[in-house]
């Protein structure tokens, strides 16, 4: 039985407007080579100037993972020649970073297993990306808008063991970027994607030989190459064989990892300073716009969410996924209250319809949850619409209708529900009336129920079923208006002959 020891170097695109260095226009999707300049094609003479956004935005992401901003950091030059970087160097951090020295603790499940750890997190440091490259049959295109665009790689010690534990980091930290509003964390664009680190040793021997695992765009095949890769060097050790210090990519059609090439050390790079870009020493305006930046994460917001308005795990979790849905909840609870409903009463029942029709709808409509903010029906509308049904003034099948038409007409659904005559019967008398219709209509189903009250009784899913049936049919005589337990009550009344 091996120990397995896993780290990553997740890198994730900043959400400034221009490049880390220069001031081109950052963006995904533009037509290819447009954003493009003399200074990030790395013409000779041209000069290098810091983005203070990227760097704030470096130093939000350090705080929230706990590091130590240093008093003063640089930029090294990193040597290499690749056709996606036109300078044959990168600018990067080394001796330096922005971050240092931090922790992210990781909770969820796998199947039937909890994972809880905490995950060290060596350094956070900033560099421009390199270009695109894009393989076309015997044709290699290069495509230079990426080139130069502000990214942050997050790089972990090797505190995991397993691929889920890896992936459970990836998507709580992407969470975290969005929630920071710092990066839009699109795996498939590779705004955010991860290089793993994995070796295995016999228990208590420290690390193995390190193998990569380069450019994983999903968490998914974090946990699958992982995973595989784990198995594949325990194969090796097993057979007597030594594994070898390589990088190696993930195929996907295949689900295996495949050979790159060798991997490289530190000193293959020869980094030294960059020298066109001064010593950034941060003043105290700038760490606290840093920290004026940061806001409540989602691991700590679920936990509390589940202790101020008693959700379940699995309610908090998926509320929490986006902070503008956890934002959303918040507000309509807290409009709910208003219009006097407990707070735990009101919680449940936000949650309910967050969860399920408003979820629903907004599938529907083509918008992502982050953007619930545009959605029509806001927080206050849904309080509105939860306080009515809470209260008795309209069933719950009325209520779905109401949302429905105040999406279309754009109104508060307590007025559309007043201008439909949508509310609620009580009016017993009016109930009764109703009750009779259907009586005489299915006198037979009454008959069954009667005569099995008489002589011992039905069994209790069918004495169920037939009685949801007669309460369904008066409030469809009444167009879903009439209260179900002033209904049910009188129905159960005329079973036992009263």
């Known amino acids: 039985m091996y120990q397995s020891f896993i780290g990553l170097e997740v890198h994730i695109h900043l959400l400034t407007k221009t490049k880390v260095f220069c001031g081109c226009r950052s963006a995904f999707g533009d037509e290819p080579n447009t954003n493009v ?8 003479g041209v000069l290098p100037s810091l983005n203070i956004e990227a760097m704030r935005m470096g130093c939000m992401v ?18 290499y020649f690749y056709p996606d970087m036109t300078k044959n160097y990168q600018i990067s951090q080394f001796a330096s970073p922005l971050g240092q020295r931090g922790y992210a603790d990781i909770e969820g499940r796998n199947g039937t297993r909890t994972i809880k750890k905490r995950v060290r997190i060596k350094e956070c440091h900033l560099e421009e990306d390199a270009g695109k490259m894009i393989h076309t ?8 808008n990426r080139a130069g ?44 994607r991860a290089d793993a680190n994995v070796s295995i ?29 784990i198995a594949r060097q325990g194969e090796l050790l097993d057979a007597g064989k030594a594994v070898t210090q390589e990088t190696r990519l993930w ?40 920290e004026e930046g940061l806001v409540e994460l989602p691991l700590p917001r679920a936990k509390r969410l589940r202790d101020e308005y008693g959700l379940s795990e699995e309610q908090a979790d998926l509320v929490c996924e986006e902070k503008a849905q956890a934002d959303y909840f918040e507000e309509a609870v807290a409009a709910a209250v208003e219009r006097g409903l407990p707070r735990g009463d009101a ?53 779905r209708q109401a949302l429905e038409a105040a999406l279309d007409e754009d109104k508060d659904p307590e ?11 009580s009016d017993p008398a009016r109930i009764a009336l109703a009750v009779q219709e259907v009586y005489s209509a299915e006198k037979p189903v009454f008959a069954e129920l009667r005569a099995a009250a008489e002589n011992g009784g039905l069994p209790a899913k069918r004495r169920q079923t037939l009685t949801a049936f007669l309460v369904g049919k008066v409030l469809a005589a009444t167009g879903g208006r009439a209260d179900p337990k002033i209904a049910g009550s009188q129905i159960e009344a005329l079973i036992r002959g009263q």
């Not at 300049?37 to 000779?44: A, K, L, S």
């Not at 350090?62 to 040597?79: D, G, S, V, Y």
């Not at 007025?415 to 019967?425: A, D, H, M, T």
């Open 37 to 44: 300049c003399p200074v990030c094609m790395g013409y000779p």
């Open 62 to 79: 350090a705080r929230a993972l706990n590091c130590t901003i240093p008093e003063k950091t640089w930029f090294e030059r990193k040597q």
């Open 137 to 144: 049959g015997t044709v290699s295109l290069l495509d230079y």
């Open 149 to 192: 665009v502000s990214l942050l790689e997050i790089v972990t010690e090797p505190d995991m063991e397993t691929g889920e534990e890896a992936e459970l980091f990836i998507q709580q930290l992407r969470r975290t970027v969005r929630y920071l509003g710092v990066c839009d964390g699109n795996m498939e664009e590779g705004s955010l």
């Open 201 to 229: 040793n016999l228990p208590g021997r420290g690390l193995g030989k390190k193998v990569e695992i380069k450019n994983l765009n999903s968490s998914r095949f974090v946990r699958l190459g992982l995973n595989y890769e």
């Open 251 to 290: 195929n996907e059609n295949r689900d295996e990892t495949q050979p790159m090439r060798q991997k490289e050390n530190a000193q293959d790079y020869r980094y030294f300073p960059e020298p066109d870009l001064p010593v950034f020493s941060p003043d105290p305006e700038f760490l606290k716009s840093v």
């Open 347 to 399: 919680a449940g029942r936000i949650v309910k319809w967050l969860l399920q029709d408003i979820k629903h709808i907004l599938g529907r409509e083509g918008i992502e949850t982050r953007n619930i903010a545009s959605f029509k029906a806001g927080p206050a509308r849904l309080a509105s619409l939860v306080a009515l049904n809470a209260g008795g003034k309209v069933s719950g099948k009325n209520a």
């Open 415 to 425: 007025l559309v529900i007043r201008e439909r005559g949508w509310e609620l019967i």
